[in-house]
C-alpha cells in the first residue's frame, strides 16, 4: 500500500517556496510564482532568490534556510547542478514535497546526477514530483506551481508525462467550462510513482475520472494490479503515444522509458477494461464523458438532429462502434407525427430539419420520454439553435436517460451555449463522430 | 523445474520436438499418437501401432526449419512409403546440413482434413513478461497479423474474449453454412498454454503452429519451444 499521506501532504501544503523565482517574465520562476500568487492561494508563499529584494511585491529569501517560517513545498527551477544542494537546503527546513521543474537529468543522460537528487530526497523524506516536469496544478488547494494558470475545478484529474498535453487537458476542460481537480506532470517521474497518484485520485471524493498520459511503464505486471484496483473506484482512460515503431523509438529517446511492444500494452488495457484514447482529442473527450456521465443501462442510441448529413456521420460512426440505433417502434412514430411538422423524418436518426428549434427538440423528447426506445440519447444542434442548453437541462429529469450533444454550425449561439450544456453536465462535442465515439467509451466503462 | 527442460537447458539447447510435445501433454493438452525412432524398421512398427496414414519428422536440435530441409514428409499410407520417407529424410537433411545431429525421427498420426488451422504462441515481453498469442494459421497470421494478446493469468473469459478479437474469429463460429468449431476447446489450450508459460519461467518462446480446430477438438500439429540462453 502506497503512503498516500505524503502526496496529499504534497498537495496541500501550506506553505510554498519558489526556489529561482525570477523577476523577469520570460522566466519560469517568474510565471511559476506569479500563477500561485494570481491563482489565490491561500499559504504562504517565499519566493528565493539571493540577488533580488522582492519579486512581484513579495520579499525574497536568499536561501531556503533565511526563510522566516516552515515551508511545506519547495518548487525548484534552478539549474539542474545546483539541485542537490538546494534538496539538502528542503530536508534541513524540514519540507515534506518537491517539484523539480528543472531540466537536464536522466532525459539528457545525467542519470547520476538524478540518483544524487533522488537519494538525498528519500533521506530526508521528501516526496518529489518530476524532475524536468511542468509542475502540479491542485485546485483544492489552489495550488499552480505550474503554467498556464487553469483555475476552472472540475472532476477530471490529469496525470501526465508530457507537460503540455497536461496543460492542454487543463486547457480545454475550462475553455469548456468542464474544469480539472488537478494537472499533475511527471517529466522523468523519478520521485512519485505513477501508480500512487492513480490511487491517490481514485480515493478523492471530488474526482470522477483519471486522465492518464504515459509513454510507458517499466513493470506492466504491477501496472495493471494498481490500474485493475484504480478500476473498482474510478474510470481511468489512457493515452499512451508510441502505437507505431517509430513512434515507440520516438518515446524511448524522450524519456527512456521501456516501452513495451505496444500490442502487448494494448491487450493489457482490453484485459483489464482500462478506456484507452486513440489521439489527444479523444484523450479529452473520454475524459470529458466519463466525468460527467454514468455508464447507460445498454447500447441503444437514439439520435436526434437537426441536419440530416451530421445524422448520417453520427450513425456510421454507431455503426463501426456496435452501438445500436434501433428502430423508434410504431407506437412512438405516431406520437412524433401528432406533435411534429410533417417535414420531420421520423426515424432514428430523427431529423427535426434545419428549421428546429430547441422546443421542436423539447417537444420530441418529451414524446419519445413516454417509450422505452433507448439507454442514450445524442442531440445533434447542426445550427444556432438558442436555449438548447436550458431545454436539454429541463428535459433531462423527464427522460431519464443520459444525454450527449453535439453543436456545431451553431455561429455565436454555439459558443453560449456550449458551456452552459457542460456547466449542466451535459457533454458536448464539435462534432457528430467526436460525440459518438465518447458514447463509445462511457460503453467500454466497467 | 521441468525435467525435459533441466535436461535442455544442461546441454545448452532448446526443447527438441518430442520433448514440447511431453510438455503440451504434461499439461493436458491432448497431442496426436506419435513415437520417437531411430531405424526404418522402428519407423513402420511405430506406424502400424499408430495407424496409418502417418507424418514422419526429422528430430533435430541443429535444423529450425525441417520443412526446408526435406527433413517432414506427410500423408504416408503404407510400410513401403514409410520406408521410404524415412530413407528420403536422413538423405535430404544430409545434403541440407551435412554437420546437423539428427537425434531421430518422429512418427506422428496424420490428422484428418476438416479444421481450421491456428497459431498458439507465447513470447516475452520485457514490462510484462510472458505473453500468449492467438491467431488464425496461414495468410492470416504471416500477411494479415491477425492476432491477439494477453497477459497471463488468463481466465476463460480472457481466452475467448482474445478469440473474439480476431478480424478472422467468423471462420471459427462459422460462416458460409459451414458448422461452428469448437471455440472452448481452443480456448481450452489458450488458458493450459497460460498456465505452462507462467509455471516454467525458463521459456522465452512457444509456438503451436498450426493446430487444427476441428468441429470437436483442437489439436497441435507442430509445437515449438525455445528457452531464455541465460537462466
Known amino acids: ?446 | 523445474m521441468n525435467e525435459w527442460i533441466g535436461t535442455a537447458l544442461t546441454q545448452k539447447r532448446d526443447l527438441l520436438e518430442p520433448e514440447a510435445w511431453a510438455l503440451l501433454a504434461a499439461y493436458g493438452i491432448p497431442v496426436p499418437k506419435h513415437r520417437l525412432v531411430k531405424t526404418a524398421a522402428e519407423a513402420v512398427a511405430a506406424a502400424g501401432a499408430i495407424g496409418y496414414p502417418v507424418v514422419l519428422k526429422v528430430v533435430s536440435q541443429d535444423i529450425l526449419h525441417k520443412s526446408d530441409a526435406g527433413g517432414v514428409r506427410v500423408g504416408l499410407r503404407d510400410a513401403e512409403a514409410v520406408q521410404a520417407a524415412y530413407a528420403g529424410i536422413l538423405k535430404s537433411v544430409r545434403a541440407y546440413q551435412p554437420n546437423a545431429r539428427v537425434e531421430g525421427i518422429f512418427v506422428c498420426e496424420m490428422l484428418p482434413p476438416g479444421g481450421v488451422e491456428c497459431i498458439i504462441g507465447t513470447t516475452h515481453d520485457a514490462s510484462f513478461g510472458p505473453v500468449v498469442m492467438v491467431g488464425l494459421g496461414g495468410i492470416f497470421v504471416e500477411v494479415l497479423r491477425d492476432v491477439s494478446f494477453r497477459i497471463p493469468p488468463l481466465n476463460k473469459a480472457d481466452a475467448l474474449a482474445m478469440i473474439g478479437e480476431l478480424k478472422g474469429a467468423a471462420l471459427l463460429t462459422g460462416i458460409r453454412g459451414q458448422k461452428p468449431r469448437d471455440v472452448e476447446a481452443l480456448a481450452d489450450m489458450l488458458l493450459r498454454v497460460a498456465r505452462l508459460v507462467q509455471e516454467n519461467p525458463e521459456i522465452e518462446e512457444l509456438d503451436i503452429n498450426p493446430c487444427i480446430v476441428y468441429e470437436a477438438g483442437a489439436v497441435p500439429v507442430d509445437a515449438r519451444v525455445l528457452l531464455k540462453s541465460v537462466f
Open chain 1, 1 to 446: 500500500m502506497p503512503n498516500l499521506d505524503t502526496i496529499r501532504s504534497l498537495f496541500y501544503a501550506k506553505s510554498v517556496a519558489v526556489v529561482g523565482a525570477s523577476a523577469n517574465p520570460s522566466k519560469t520562476g517568474y510565471v511559476i510564482l506569479k500563477n500561485i500568487l494570481e491563482g489565490g492561494y491561500a499559504g504562504a508563499v517565499y519566493p528565493i532568490n539571493p540577488g533580488s529584494e522582492s519579486i512581484l511585491g513579495v520579499p525574497c529569501a536568499a536561501s531556503l534556510g533565511d526563510v522566516p517560517g516552515a515551508v511545506d513545498l519547495v518548487v525548484i527551477v534552478v539549474p539542474a547542478r545546483a539541485v542537490p544542494d538546494v534538496m539538502r537546503q528542503a530536508v534541513q527546513k524540514g519540507a515534506k514535497g518537491a517539484i523539480i521543474i528543472s531540466g537536464g537529468f536522466r532525459e539528457i543522460g545525467n542519470a547520476e546526477l538524478e540518483a544524487e537528487v533522488m537519494a538525498i530526497a528519500e533521506a530526508g523524506g521528501i516526496a518529489v514530483i518530476g524532475p524536468n516536469c511542468q509542475g502540479v496544478n491542485y485546485l483544492p488547494n489552489k495550488l499552480c506551481a505550474s503554467w498556464p494558470l487553469i483555475e476552472t475545478r472540475g472532476a477530471m484529474a490529469v496525470v501526465s508525462q508530457s507537460g503540455t498535453i497536461g496543460a492542454a487537458m487543463g486547457g480545454w476542460a475550462a475553455e469548456d467550462g468542464l474544469g480539472v481537480t488537478a494537472t499533475v506532470a511527471l517529466g522523468n517521474n523519478s520521485g512519485v510513482p505513477v501508480i500512487d497518484l492513480m490511487q491517490f485520485f481514485a480515493q478523492e471524493d471530488d474526482v470522477r475520472v483519471i486522465a492518464l498520459n504515459i509513454e510507458g511503464v517499466r513493470d506492466g505486471r504491477q501496472f495493471m494490479e494498481a490500474a485493475r484496483a484504480v478500476l473498482q473506484k474510478k474510470p481511468l482512460v489512457l493515452l499512451k503515444p508510441g502505437r507505431t515503431a517509430k513512434g515507440a523509438e520516438a518515446a524511448q529517446s524522450h524519456t527512456k522509458s521501456i516501452a513495451g511492444s505496444d500490442a502487448v500494452f494494448d491487450a493489457a488495457c482490453r484485459q483489464i477494461g482500462l478506456i484507452r484514447a486513440e489521439g489527444i482529442a479523444e484523450f479529452y473527450d473520454y475524459s470529458k464523458i466519463l466525468s460527467l456521465l454514468p455508464k447507460p443501462a445498454g447500447r441503444r442510441l437514439a439520435i436526434l438532429t437537426s441536419s440530416g448529413g451530421s445524422g448520417i456521420l453520427a450513425a456510421d460512426v454507431a455503426e463501426d462502434l456496435g452501438i445500436a440505433l434501433p428502430p423508434l417502434g410504431e407506437e412512438a412514430v405516431q406520437a412524433l407525427r401528432e406533435k411534429l411538422p410533417p417535414q420531420c423524418v421520423l426515424a432514428n436518426p430523427l431529423d427535426l430539419t434545419g428549421d428546429a428549434t430547441a422546443d421542436r427538440y423539447r417537444v420530441a423528447l418529451e414524446a419519445l420520454s413516454a417509450y422505452d426506445v433507448a439507454d442514450c440519447f445524442l442531440l445533434i444542434f447542426g445550427d444556432p439553435i438558442a436555449g438548447a442548453a436550458e431545454m436539454a437541462d429541463a428535459v433531462r429529469q423527464k427522460l431519464g436517460k443520459p444525454i450527449v450533444v453535439a453543436f456545431l454550425g451553431g455561429g455565436e449561439v454555439e459558443k453560449q451555449e456550449v458551456p452552459l450544456l457542460i456547466r449542466a453536465g451535459i457533454p458536448a462535442y464539435p462534432t457528430p463522430e467526436r460525440a459518438v465515439r465518447a458514447i463509445g467509451a462511457l460503453l467500454r466503462k466497467s
